[in-house]
């Protein structure tokens, strides 16, 4: 049974890897993604997809985190549109098939 | 035409300029934008009798408003009335209350209509011809109403679950209304998207920084009527915890522009306790405001789980000596009760946060017990009328007998109360 479980993991990290993750790009972050609302990026949780953004658009990781690695006061990632501090964090899981979005929090009220 | 004292929006966090536009996020750390002035400059064009002899809207204080040109939407709002509330003061335990009192504000019944004001005369400054909104009620009804008044087109996005009073009253001036399936703060999070792709003024996006400026003209009115001089205690309800920074900084801006005297003010919040992240992160003594995923409060206007200027408003009531408590639906009830049978108005469930929330406030002797408090009432009882269903005592029908009446009233207050019968 434990055996069945990680052999099922390993096979969906393996297609994940191999898959992009669109992620929606907010305007104060496009002028790094060349005018891009919307970027792809590999990773298996929201952690790895943002460091994949990093590595591909310099600059995108010091606006997104602050000096000691977390995500600014300010900035809210979503999947699906639930607000990743409602499940895991950065270590949230995506995969192919998840809508990823990026939004400043500084809106409404 | 530019304005001589609105200089610059300016990032809260790191302090960066940015010039007068539809942007509301610093490119650099996504703090929100604000907007600067020069106060030197207005110090020197303005005084109270200057103020005093201008119209009684919110537009007398129109240096301190971020437009470049006159107003051109909302003309008549604001100015609204500061009652004094004894028989309220009394059953609060404290010396002297004031309600501030936007549920007669013009035209939608709420603080709303001061923001609203601000945030379409800037968009049409800019050229913008369609406007919109995120809103929990109050300010899409202001919205639509202020947009139709202008000829603008207007979308307000709701939570499908509001109050049928602040939808019909959305839907009445023939704004275009989207019910989302979901909390607010996924309209909110929607509304950001579509801000990014769609070139329309969405009042609480991308205008933000206009659009919160409006709400200072509430503390700027307080001053005024209280004889230009601060309240010592003011407590104002939180949703985004917008208003009650906002009114902070206009008690600072009269400071600084020498119309009053420099003296203590604490600024108090209330919230709901089925949404109480502003609250709960203050009692804590944090200022990580721990989102609430899903709020639960009939107080619907006040029910925002992430709270974009929630670590502020913690920031302003700690500076300023004050405190933040939340309440119950049941006591935001007996809340709006209160102020109705005190003070004669009738006020929406935020209302009734408010009043209880000053309650316990003077209860804890957070506000002393010889103090005198303004409470910031903001929107008006019949708009969220339905959540006082079940809770008010029906009318006692009767034949149109002057007998029956005579029972009925030596029923309530004793036989002797009835006037003697005059012999004929």
Known sequence: ?109 | MQSEFFTNLRCRECGRLYPKEAVHVCEWDFGPLEAVYDYEAIRQQISRDRIESRPPTMWRYREFLPLDGEPTVGTQVGFTPLVRADRLAKALGVREAYVKNDTVNYPTLSFKDRVVAVSLSRAKEMGFTVVACASTGNLANSVAANAASVGLESYVLIPSDLEASKVLGSLVYGSRVIGIRGPYDKVNRLCSEIAGKYQWAFVNVNLRPYYAEGSKTMGFEIAEQLGWRLPSHTVIPMASGSLLTKIAKSYQELIVTNLVEKTPFAIHGAQATGCNPISEAFRKGTDLVQPVPKPQTIAKSLAIGTPADGYYAIQTMRKSGGAAEDASDAEILAGIQLLAETAGIFAETAGGVTVACARKLIASGKIPEDASVVLCITGHGLKTAEALSGVLASPRVIDPSLREFDRLVSSDLGQASLPETVAP
Do not use: C, W
């Open chain 1, 1 to 109: 049974m434990i055996f069945n479980q990680r052999k099922e993991n390993k096979t969906m990290s393996e297609v994940s890897a191999e898959q992009t993750i669109p992620v929606r790009i907010p305007t104060p972050l496009r002028g790094l993604t060349g005018n891009k609302d919307q970027v792809s990026a590999r990773g298996e949780t929201i952690g790895e997809l943002l460091k994949d953004l990093q590595a591909q658009f310099p600059g995108i990781g010091e606006r997104l985190f602050d000096q000691t690695g977390a995500l600014r006061r300010f900035v809210a990632v979503y999947v699906n549109g639930e607000d990743i501090r409602f499940l895991k964090d950065q270590e949230t899981p995506v995969g192919p098939e998840d809508e990823v979005s990026i939004v400043p929090a500084v809106a409404g009220g």
